[in-house]
């Protein structure tokens, strides 16, 4: 599909982070972008300096999703692009220059339900409701193609490290609705396509000491660094422009592969 210009697009946690990056580049391309997350200060100022809409939205909410969505469409139209990157990381850490000894935070039956209600079925919600809306649009590709919807993973979906049960059941539930999901949308024209990223410059990492911060980048293969927000976003307007990307989830890493300790 090409991304353009005017193309509605929802990008949910587009205040911060990948979903900032994200909405700036969908902007830049002239579509028009809906943020929408809970965090109304910095939300507000992100679509204030692209142009874009804000809506404070709960993704874990279904009605504060439907009322979104609804505010979204009354604006641009039904989007023809979405992107689910609102999430949540819990689980408090204890580092030490040798290994992250974290905390079971399976015991916190709250915490985990939280983070699936949010990183799961926060991505399910907006993915279904947007999908039934983007199903009302005419075709735009010679395929009969109506529109892309990206989610996000992470590489702890497979990978994942002490601290992390809520986190990584919540980002492997997202790559195991993936191909179903395309499935079923398939007939409609819509695709779907979930991105696993890997360690990212973003305030998610803000709190990660610069000692194991090093170290961390040091466990990257190529490039040893830190993803950058925009290379995120430039996978993200990849996988809209190409058509045969669907049902499968995509590694953004620089191949690294998290040992378990
Ligand atoms: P971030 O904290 O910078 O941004 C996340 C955004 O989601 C924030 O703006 C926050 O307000 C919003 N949000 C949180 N809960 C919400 C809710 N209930 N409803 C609506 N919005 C909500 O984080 P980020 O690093 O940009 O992460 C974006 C996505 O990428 C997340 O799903 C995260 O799990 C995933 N991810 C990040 C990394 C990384 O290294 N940064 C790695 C793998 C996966």
């Known amino acids: 599909m090409k991304l353009d210009a005017s193309t509605p697009a929802i990008v949910t946690g587009g205040a911060s982070g990948l979903g900032e990056a994200t909405a700036r580049m969908l902007a830049a391309a002239g579509a028009k972008v809906a943020i929408l997350d809970m965090n109304e200060e910095r939300g507000r100022a992100v679509a204030g300096e692209i142009g874009g809409l804000f809506v404070r939205t709960d993704v874990s909410d279904e009605a504060s999703v439907d009322a979104a969505l609804a505010a979204a469409k009354a604006a641009h139209g039904a989007a023809r692009i979405v992107v689910n990157c609102a999430g949540i990381a819990p689980g408090k850490r204890t580092v030490t220059k040798k290994r992250d000894t974290g905390e ?13 209600a949010i990183n799961l079925i926060g991505t399910f919600t907006v993915t279904a409701k947007a999908a039934a809306d983007m199903a009302t649009l005419p075709p735009v590709t010679p395929d009969g193609g109506r529109g892309v919807i990206v989610c996000t993973a992470s590489v702890a979906a497979t990978d994942g490290q002490i601290g992390q049960a809520a986190y990584a059941a919540s980002k492997a539930g997202v790559m195991g609705m993936t191909l179903p999901v395309a499935r079923d949308l398939s007939t409609l024209g819509i695709r779907v396509m979930t991105i696993m990223p890997g360690l990212f410059e973003t305030p998610m990492f803000a709190s990660v000491p610069e000692d194991y911060r090093t170290a961390l980048e040091a ?32 590694r953004l890493d620089g191949a690294i592969r998290l040992a378990p300790k």
């Open 104 to 116: 079971f935070v399976a015991h916190d039956v709250a915490s985990f339900a939280r983070t699936i």
């Open 219 to 250: 466990s990257v293969p190529f490039p040893s660094r830190l993803g950058k927000p925009e290379e995120y976003a430039a996978l993200v307007r990849a996988i809209i422009e190409n058509d045969m990307l669907n049902g499968s989830a995509i």
